[in-house]
């Protein structure tokens, strides 16, 4: 749904009393809207629809840029306009409201800027309209004429961001989790605050063997042999873990696969009802900032790379400990699948923690099962089918941003260290 019709269905709530009658007028304004965007291919209908919506005017179109990037991400995100650009004069290029400029320096400048550091991740570039006309964002050579182009037909000002800390790691259950000595009360918590979940019995699970060496015995899907123990996010030398999904993407994605890879997929299912503790959960916390946020620094341990798996593993071992047979936690390759952002803010406050966002601040969290032990050769997990798993096609959606210049690269890993 465009501005004009989110705003006129915001007001709508207000006006209209039912449910019903709410989503009677959020269809129609969904039916004027697909109406409208098929009117402007049309000269008469992007005149008329230009003069019923003066926001809806176009005021750049892809070709507007110099910056190569930046023209991709403006062709994908313009919309068709049968007017000429009234920047450039262009026919045929993709065209950008002033809206629809927001999105583009949203994506490219605040979104292509994030710096991920040890713990978190955040952006060195962000823009408002209290800025416009004021904004310190100077980019490169090539970006500079865009940057002043974008700021005056969108009136934003682009500025480098300094980030609120707790989004670079400063969380304090985070960084006593980072102390060995501080260590056991946080994971302690973790285990006791984290809700269980069932994973039923007769529900299928998925795991993904890269050139196994008998595909369809049953025990080349379960843990991985001694041997091979410790060189995984959960598992230890003296703790085996399998790993698998509850979808097929997550054990592609998992595995790292190749194109020259031999790959079979077995089907798991568990012969009774399993419990695990779920650390995709969002914990509702009250009286507590983000630096001090259990959520938040759980939330950050299972996006960071292998550094944090010492961490990980001895949530594992606890886990186990407390009688859970497995844990269900993020994939590391969620943002990579939902193109989502980890550690989104509204106003450097974390969406986490506002009430009634759970769904929007889990939407882009994709799930992993590690059950503890060797649940295969147990009997509490029983192998029901393998097949032989066949990457057909590989397609990569991806956007643009900023180049840095060593400076920049050089203060933000100081930055890290401090």
Request: proline fraction near 6%; hydrophobic fraction near 40%; charge should be neutral.
């Amino acid at each position: 749904m465009r501005p004009f019709a989110k705003r006129a269905f915001a007001v709508l709530q207000g006006v209209v009393p039912s449910n019903f009658g709410r989503k009677t007028v959020a269809t129609l304004l969904k039916a004027l809207d697909t109406v409208g965007g098929i009117a402007i291919t049309t000269k008469l209908g992007a005149r008329l629809v230009g003069l019923l919506a003066p926001r809806s005017r176009p005021v750049l179109c892809s070709g507007c840029f110099t910056d190569h990037g930046l023209r991709v991400d403006a062709e994908r995100i313009g919309i068709p306009h049968a007017l000429p650009c009234p920047n450039c004069g262009t026919d045929g290029t993709k065209k950008l409201t002033p809206y629809l400029l927001k999105v583009l320096a949203a994506q490219f400048f605040v979104r292509g800027s994030v710096h991920r550091s040890t713990y978190g991740s955040a952006p060195l570039v962000q823009f408002n309209e209290l800025r416009f006309g004021d904004g310190d964002y100077e980019g490169s050579k090539w970006l500079n004429n865009d940057v002043t182009l974008i700021s005056e037909k969108a009136q934003i000002g682009l500025f480098h961001y300094g980030p609120r800390m707790w989004l670079l790691g400063n969380i304090e259950p985070l960084e006593a989790l980072q102390a060995p000595a501080r260590r056991p009360p946080v994971i302690d918590r973790i285990v006791t605050e984290y809700p269980e979940r069932t994973l039923p019995k007769g529900e299928s699970i998925y795991r993904l063997r890269i050139n196994p060496e008998a595909p369809v015995a049953s025990d080349e899907y379960d843990s991985p042999p001694d041997e091979h123990l410790g060189k995984g996010r959960l598992d230890s030398l003296s703790h085996p873990v399998l790993y698998c999904s509850q979808d097929i993407e997550s054990c592609v994605h998992e595995c790292r696969v190749t194109v020259e890879d031999d790959l079979y997929l077995a089907v798991l299912r568990p012969t009774r009802d399993l419990r695990l503790l779920d650390l995709t959960a969002l914990l509702v916390e009250t009286d507590v900032t983000e630096f001090e946020s259990l959520d938040l620094a759980v939330h950050m341990l299972f996006f960071a790379a292998d550094h944090s798996y010492e961490i990980t593993r001895e949530i594992a071992v606890a886990a186990n400990k407390a009688g859970f047979d497995g844990i269900l936690y993020p994939s590391y390759f969620s943002q990579v699948r939902s193109g989502a952002i980890p550690f989104e803010t509204v106003y450097g406050l974390s969406i986490r923690r506002f009430p009634n966002a759970s769904q929007d601040a889990t939407s882009g969290i994709f799930s992993n099962v590690a059950l503890f032990g060797r649940p295969v050769k147990a009997g509490s997990l029983e192998v029901a089918c393998v097949d032989r798993l066949i990457i057909h096609k590989v397609h990569y959606d991806f956007r643009f941003g900023p180049a840095r210049d060593k400076f920049t690269y050089e203060s933000d890993k100081l930055a890290d260290k401090n």
